[in-house]
């Protein structure tokens, strides 16, 4: 099995000069945990909730920092040929739960994550996180009801 059968295709992305504010609520509508950043049609990064929590909130910035300081520039990414297993190890080496997917080009086309390949490789566990991913839930990310 390759990438390509396992990537989610609908992916947000933000540029360097995006606010985390805005980065924020982009990841709080979308219920995501992370952004690919891009510069053009390049990818330039990841930010992550995490980065916005740790690298900016925690140490004093403000919500108009833009996600170029605080984003890691230094970001692993994999092709949508690839076979699922390589990039499986790949992920648990350098302890990464999702990886941006760029074509031959080197051009952003999606998203692979941990809970993509486990729906595919384990029909159990698959059942368990497809649910845990979906959208909503009483113990969802998002901002509704909570402004």
């Known amino acids: 099995m390759i990438v390509r059968d396992a990537m989610s295709r609908d992916v947000q992305t933000v540029t360097p000069e995006t606010t985390i504010r805005e980065a924020a609520r982009l ?6 945990g992370a952004l690919p950043v891009a510069g053009g049609d390049r990818l330039a990064g990841m930010v992550t909730d995490r980065d916005i929590a740790i690298r900016a909130t925690a140490i004093g910035k403000g919500p108009e920092t833009t996600v170029g300081e605080v984003m890691s520039s230094n970001v692993l990414y994999c092709h949508e040929d690839e076979d699922i297993g390589h990039v499986s190890r790949n992920m648990a080496e350098h302890q990464v739960r999702r990886l941006p997917v760029v074509d031959v080009d080197k051009r952003l086309v999606g998203i692979v994550s941990l809970a993509d390949i486990a729906t595919l490789a384990n ?11 979906q959208p909503g839930g009483e113990r969802s990310q998002t901002i509704e009801g909570r402004a």
Request: hydrophobic share 55%; glycine share 12%.
């Open 27 to 32: 990841m709080a509508d979308a219920d995501v």
């Open 123 to 133: 029909a159990q566990a698959g059942q368990a996180l497809q649910g845990i991913t």
